[in-house]
């Protein structure tokens, strides 16, 4: 089992910018690919970026030049530094982790991007 909570969701103004947080416990070890996606209101959730242990990134097209996601082994943590935000990335942000079995989905993050 892997335990994600995420953290630094917010208010923030169009163009403005924020940093989620994820910390991962439990079965570490087990943990490959760690990711974010996000889900906004009456829409499908969407993957935005991952990061392998190795350092490899990924973006959705969405967000690429925007966000840039990073991943700290050794505090089991990955991060996503999220600027030039828009209202359209107002939405309920989630960290998750990829096993060999399984990807596992955190609680959740509200990020509001609103004047």
């Known amino acids: 089992q892997v335990q994600l909570v995420e953290s630094g969701g917010g208010l923030v103004q169009p163009g403005g910018s924020l940093r989620l947080s994820c910390a991962a416990s439990?079965?570490?070890?087990?943990?490959?690919?760690m990711g974010w996606g996000r889900q906004g209101p009456g829409k499908q959730r969407e993957m935005l970026a991952t990061?392998?242990?190795?350092?490899?990134?990924d973006y959705a097209n969405s967000v690429k030049g925007r966000f840039t996601i990073s991943r700290d082994n050794d505090a089991n943590t990955v991060y996503l530094q999220m600027n030039s935000l828009k209202p359209g990335d107002t939405a309920v942000y989630y960290c998750n982790a990829l096993t060999g079995v399984q990807r596992y989905w955190g609680q959740g993050t509200q990020v509001t991007v609103s004047s």
């Open positions: 990061v392998t242990t190795g350092g490899r990134t």
């Open positions: 439990g079965n570490i070890a087990s943990i490959s690919t």
